[in-house]
């Protein structure tokens, strides 16, 4: 069976309310209050004068690595003493949160603090410092984006949309727009989507080269829109890259079941000095990678690509052969159009951590054997590149330490990933100029 990033973010939001949250206020906040050190920011936290009416408040933060989710504390005064709080909410799916403070009397006194919770809900960091209610958006009028494209050296082929819920929604509606070439300035609409949650898989994937942006609004529970658009978020589409990556989530992105692929920091291109574009897509066997080879890899016309992928086959008991012919098939494709193929190691699994997450079936008996036929043909290829040790325990099973769902790594296994293939590159390559898109 395949399986999907998507599929973990929806099962997880699905176990929590509609706004993505649960509030708690019978667990042990004693110990939760007892997290020792704050996280330091250089923001001045001095309380800004409020004057219009208080009725919601837009509440962000930095991603914190490695979070699962997070815990949101809403407190009288500055004060970190349990007796000031007022509120408290749990499992906070996404870096941010719309507090409706409409009932709220004395809001205009509050502050707010958070911290990391793991897979479990257990508080796995310091709590930030608390910062005044009113220092963050006050009444917001449309949805905050939270994918992160701009820090990516290209716009994934299949982009994952994100944004902090809007409270109350009934729903949101994207729109996609491209730039007119003939009149620099003025976008027409080609992508009109909708969808209950507030993360969207784009499955159409974006080959038209032009310069685009995308925007998000509200809508309530009859499809009507209540909220204005959202900031425009803008990428770009190339006709021609040096380097490409074809594969599978891992390719794709996101991590610790809940922060979807949009999130720079969990994609292993991210920490690759090489500009390399992102061709995965989540859920992805070996043999849908090379389906989708003239559709979407010949649409960049790429020097170099890298394929990454198997994890989809040998977890759910495909005979290695099978794999390996499936790799045979994108090896072919690379040498009929010319391009230089470079393959990757398949990561392994952790069945153990698998077994946690209700989405995911468990892992076939023999997968390491399959694993270890597939990897053993990649590294007789001429161009390959081992990132397997690395990511391996003594049992040789996905390190625990860099893996959330016991499938993906997280952001540590992303940047170990990352590293490794760049190191090759450049190694290998040198005369390339690699790093230059």
């Not at 042990?28 to 208080?54: C, F, R, S, V, Y």
């Not at 709590?127 to 716009?155: H, I, R």
């Not at 190691?345 to 892992?363: C, D, F, G, Q, Y």
Request: charged share 20%.
């Amino acid at each position: 069976m395949k399986f999907s990033n998507k599929i973990v973010v929806a099962v997880i939001v699905g176990l929590m309310s509609f706004s993505g949250v649960v509030v708690a206020e019978d667990i042990n906040t004693e110990a939760i209050g007892n997290a020792i050190g704050n996280i330091t920011n250089e923001i001045d936290t001095e309380k800004p004068l409020q004057t219009e009416p208080l009725n919601k408040v837009r509440i962000s933060w930095e991603t914190i690595p490695g979070a699962v989710s997070y815990r949101l504390v809403i407190t009288d005064g500055d004060s970190a003493s349990k007796d000031a709080e007022v509120k408290h909410f749990n499992l906070i799916p996404n870096n941010g949160y719309e507090l409706d403070t409409a009932n709220m009397f004395k809001a205009k006194d509050y502050y707010w603090r958070v911290c990391p919770l793991d897979y479990d809900g257990n508080v796995m960091g310091a709590y930030s410092d608390p910062k005044p209610l009113v220092g963050e958006e006050v009444n917001p009028k449309a949805p905050l984006a939270t994918a992160e494209f701009e820090k990516m050296a290209y716009m994934p082929l299949y982009p994952v949309f994100s944004w902090i819920p809007v409270d109350g929604s009934g729903g949101y509606e994207i729109r996609v727009s491209r730039e007119n070439k003939f009149s620099p300035g003025r976008y027409e609409v080609v992508r009109v989507m909708t969808t209950k949650n507030n993360v969207y898989y784009e499955e159409g994937g974006y080959t038209w080269p032009g310069h685009y942006m995308w925007q998000v609004r509200s809508q309530n529970k009859a499809g009507e829109p209540n909220t204005e658009w959202s900031e425009p978020k803008y990428f770009d589409v190339e006709s021609h890259v040096r380097v490409a990556a074809l594969g599978d989530s891992i390719t794709h992105g996101g991590g610790v079941c809940n922060v979807p692929p949009g999130y720079a920091m969990y994609s292993w291109e991210y920490y690759c000095q090489v500009p390399v574009k992102n061709l995965g897509r989540s859920g992805d066997s070996v043999q849908d990678m090379a389906q989708r080879f003239d559709q979407d890899v010949m649409a960049f016309t790429p020097g170099m690509l890298i394929i990454m992928g198997g994890v989809n086959n040998f977890r759910a008991g495909e005979d290695g052969w099978d794999t390996i012919a499936a790799m045979e098939q994108i090896l072919a494709e690379c040498q009929y159009h010319n391009v230089i193929p470079v393959f990757v190691t398949a990561t392994p699994i952790n069945p153990s951590l698998m077994s946690k997450v209700p989405t995911i079936e468990p892992a076939a008996w023999n997968w390491k054997e399959q694993q270890q036929l597939l990897n053993q043909w990649i590294k007789n290829q001429p161009y390959h590149v081992d990132v397997t040790p690395a990511l391996t325990d003594a049992n040789g099973n996905l390190k625990a330490e860099l893996t959330t769902d016991g499938l993906h790594p997280d952001h540590l296994g992303k940047k170990i990933i990352g590293e490794i293939i760049s190191n090759y590159l450049l190694t290998t390559f040198p005369n390339y100029n690699l790093t230059a898109k």
